[in-house]
């Protein structure tokens, strides 16, 4: 049977799996988010990676049901990590076919109802890639989900095409560094990163760096003045309970 076959039902049979993976505050060192990556429990073929079959999904159609999954678990832990005092946010994957069905808007305020979460504690995350499309009819939707007191994080920035003045024009919250500025060898950019990174946060948006994984790394992070900071050197993506560990050893 194809992947994309497979998946029908996956959710249901318990087999979509939200792990985290731990941001760090960068002035401070704690954990102040995480971001929910899918893991597919497959019966037989063992852990697959999102990057197989997160395409599957979208191609397919059940990209809606395990989409809707990862949401309800990103809110679910998070109401459950604030019940225990911490405040951690909690950031989401969103592909741009879960954001063009019309459904997407009462989907995402029931959520914060349902979980009672206080503004900007949920983050979707879309990635550069996917708002080339339509830009103007995709700012309308972000901008108006982000008055429901959503973040909105642009991922993977710097591997796309997008301009520093379209960037403007989005409604973001947040910019997600792509990993390969993060740990390019040489500087190219380098500047043209850190002007991008001030101009944002001028305006209010939260710069996070993704894939630091040594202290070299981590010193480009804090040149460039990133609020945050995502990688192996604080955490690969793990299952729910390894959190709730690191968090409790936190304290
Ligand atoms: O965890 P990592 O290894 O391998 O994730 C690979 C890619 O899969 C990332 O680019 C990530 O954005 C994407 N991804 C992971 N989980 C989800 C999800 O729940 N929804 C969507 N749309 N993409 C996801
Ligand atoms: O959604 P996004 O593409 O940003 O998903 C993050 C991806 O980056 C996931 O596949 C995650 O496993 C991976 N990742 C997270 N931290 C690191 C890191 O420090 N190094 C590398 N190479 N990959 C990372
Ligand atoms: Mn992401
Ligand atoms: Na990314």
């Given at each position: 049977m194809s992947i994309g076959n497979e998946l029908r039902g996956a959710v249901d049979r318990g087999e979509i799996?939200?792990?985290?993976?731990?941001?760090?505050?960068?002035?401070?060192?704690?954990?102040?988010?995480?971001?929910?990556?899918?893991?597919?429990?497959?019966?037989?073929?063992?852990?697959?990676?999102?990057?197989?079959?997160?395409?599957?999904?979208?191609?397919?159609?059940?990209?809606?049901?395990?989409?809707?999954?990862?949401?309800?678990?990103g809110c679910r832990h998070a109401a459950r990590w604030r019940d225990r005092g911490f405040n951690v946010d909690v950031s989401v994957n969103v592909s741009a076919v879960q954001l063009a069905k019309p459904s997407v808007f009462a989907q995402l305020q029931d959520l914060l109802e349902t979980f009672a979460l206080p503004e900007g504690t949920l983050t979707i995350e879309i990635t550069e890639s996917q708002l080339i499309a339509d830009l103007q009819e995709v700012a309308t939707r972000l901008a108006r989900l982000k008055s429901f007191g959503l973040g909105i994080a642009l991922d993977d920035f710097g591997t796309g095409h997008s301009s520093l003045a379209q960037l403007q024009d989005l409604p973001i919250t947040e910019l997600k560094i792509d990993r390969s500025l993060i740990q390019a060898t040489t500087s190219i950019g380098g500047e043209l990163i850190a002007l991008a990174v001030a101009l944002l946060q001028e305006r209010g948006v939260r710069v996070v760096a993704e894939g630091v994984e040594t202290e070299e790394h981590l010193n480009r992070v804090r040149h460039l003045r990133c609020d945050r900071a995502q990688g192996y050197l604080f955490g690969r993506p793990m299952p729910v309970e390894e959190v709730d560990e690191l968090l409790a050893h936190a304290l």
């Open positions: 799996v939200a792990w985290f993976q731990p941001q760090v505050e960068v002035e401070s060192g704690r954990v102040t988010a995480v971001e929910a990556l899918a893991r597919w429990q497959h019966p037989t073929r063992g852990l697959v990676s999102p990057v197989v079959f997160i395409p599957e999904a979208e191609d397919t159609g059940t990209i809606h049901e395990i989409g809707a999954h990862m949401l309800w678990e």
